[in-house]
């Protein structure tokens, strides 16, 4: 099962459109970034991540799981501002 944290590392590196940049942001190195992604991967069976020269782009399977991995992190804050 995906976890959140791999959710939010698949919409950072999309929304920044490097691992570098992402990996600065979440504040976490390059290769954890890309570790997770990677096993983020590993549960949904397939790439997600076209890895380019200098930027990334998005798989089929990635532009599939994108707008739900949003909706899981919207919902997730959502949960914690309810409980709050």
């Not at 190195?29 to 020269?53: D, F």
């Not at 739900?68 to 309810?82: G, M, N, P, Y």
Request: aromatic letters at 2%; zero cysteines; hydrophobic letters at 50%.
């Amino acid at each position: 099962m995906a976890t959140l944290r791999q959710l939010e590392y698949l919409v950072t590196v999309v929304d920044t459109g490097s691992f570098t940049r992402a990996a600065e942001t979440l504040h976490v190195t390059q290769p954890a970034l890309s570790h997770q992604i990677q096993a983020l991967e590993r549960v949904v069976g397939g790439q997600l991540l076209e890895r380019l020269p200098r930027s990334v782009r998005l798989t089929a399977m990635g532009r599939a799981l994108l707008p739900h991995a949003r909706a899981a992190l919207a919902d997730a804050a959502l949960a914690v501002r309810s409980a709050r």
